[in-house]
Every structure is written in C-alpha cells, then in structure tokens.
C-alpha cells in the first residue's frame, strides 16, 4: 500500500504495478545525472524533450525509493517492454506528484505557507 504523505504513489508500467517514491536524495541524483533540476526538466518533458537515459534515472530512483530492488538493467528492459510513450507517462506522473507532495507539505502542518 502506499503512503501518498510519504510522497509514495504506485505506478503501473505494463502488467506490474510497482510502488514510487523521489525524496530528496534520489532528486539530487536525478539532477546530477540529466544536468538540470527537476522543475526544469519537467519543463523539458512538456516540449517533449527528454532522453531514455533521462527516464532510466528518473525510473531508477523513483522504482528504488519504492522499496524496488531494480537495477539500471532492469529499467531498460521495463522501458523496452512498455515502450517509450508508457515509460514517458508515468516518468511524467512520478515527478508531477513529487512537485506537488512537496508543494503540500507545509499546507498539511499547519505551516505558514509563504506566497
């Protein structure tokens, strides 16, 4: 079961459904890895310009922070089995959620929400 408080989200590629999860860490390593921040590279994916190696990081992380033990080999046989515009979506779903479970953190504490 997932816990979308924990930024949790279960994600369906093919005929698995598996449990998702970016924290901070594996969004870190994403950045590193495409060399822009997430918020920029959703923006990419908007224009429709992203690369495999791009959804293998984001799939990769956001699989292994599910409690996924996946390797990058694993990712490109998924990616090849579902195909790219499967992969694409649900690589676009991980990080819109992860925006927004971020975005409603504060919200949900009762923390002032800065505007």
């Known amino acids: 079961m997932t816990n979308p408080l924990k930024g949790q989200i279960e994600v369906?590629?093919?005929s698995?459904?598996?449990?998702?999860r970016l924290t901070v860490d594996s969004i870190i390593k994403i950045e590193t890895a495409v060399g822009c921040g997430?918020?920029?590279?959703?923006?990419?994916?908007?224009?429709?310009?992203?690369r495999i190696t791009d959804l293998i990081t984001v799939l990769?992380?956001?699989?292994?922070?599910g409690g996924n033990d996946l390797q990058?080999?694993?990712i490109n046989k998924i990616i090849q089995d579902v195909g790219i515009i499967e992969a694409t979506r649900c690589v676009a779903e991980l990080i819109t959620q992860s925006l927004i479970a971020d975005s409603d953190e504060g919200?949900?504490?009762g923390k002032p929400v800065l505007e």
């Open 12 to 14: 369906k590629l093919g």
């Open 16 to 20: 698995v459904t598996y449990t998702a």
């Open 38 to 50: 997430i918020i920029k590279l959703a923006q990419k994916m908007g224009d429709a310009d992203i």
């Open 60 to 65: 990769h992380n956001a699989l292994r922070g």
């Open 72 to 74: 990058e080999k694993d």
């Open 107 to 109: 919200a949900d504490e």
